[in-house]
């Protein structure tokens, strides 16, 4: 790996073999940690788009907490229920794109901000909505399985239909500000669980 001070080494007992040094070992542990953390990501929005409840939840550990604002605050578990409800009951087609995204490694945690573009098409007029926003999360890697621990959803633009006037009556959703108060600068991601819905 040029550039970085890196290399594999011939083990003196078994010069054929060879072994990484500490630092390349550290590197390729972090990146293989990225990886399965954008993977599971990934697993989210094809499980939500695909109603596959199995593949939803695998984004999740099983004590996992999601403030989805209107949508649903809880357990992951009536996540699950409430938004295949949502998108069974009045959309066609759902697509959740995950855009840029910024991961902070900490060990076994992970804190991360996934910007979202969300569009679907409707079983009856209006024929198509459109909302963005941001994901964030805290992951956890817990017996070697990274997943998300506690999520925030942060609902930052919709269209006319959602929004009619503009940012006012997003108030289903924790609020989005442009400083250092931002939910994205919490640490650890805390669910605030006076939230949770009745």
């Avoid at 604002?69 to 009045?90: P, R």
Wanted: one cysteine or more; glycine letters at 8%; proline letters at 3%.
């Amino acid at each position: 790996m040029a550039g970085t001070g890196a290399y594999l080494a011939a083990r003196p007992d078994n010069p054929g073999e060879k072994t990484m040094d500490a630092q390349t070992a550290a590197l390729v542990r972090e990146m293989k940690d990225r990886q399965e953390i954008y993977d599971c990501l990934m697993r989210y929005s094809r499980g939500i788009d695909r109603l596959d409840r199995e593949l939803l939840l695998s984004a999740y550990h099983d004590d996992a907490i999601d403030d989805h604002g209107s949508t649903y605050i809880g357990d992951v578990q009536g996540f699950a229920d409430a938004a295949f409800a949502l998108h069974g009951t009045w959309q066609e087609f759902t697509q959740h794109h995950i855009t840029n995204h910024r991961c902070e490694l900490a060990g076994d945690v992970a804190h991360c901000e996934s910007y979202f573009l969300f569009r679907c098409i409707n079983k009856a007029a209006p024929w198509y909505n459109f909302s963005s926003g941001r994901y964030i999360d805290r992951f956890e890697k817990r017996n070697g399985r990274w997943a998300i621990a506690e999520r925030v959803c942060v609902v930052e633009a919709r269209d006319e239909i959602w929004g009619p006037d503009g940012n006012a009556g997003n108030t289903g959703y924790v609020p989005a500000t442009r400083d250092r108060s931002d939910v994205s600068y919490q640490r650890p991601l805390t669910v605030d669980r006076s939230r949770f819905t009745r």
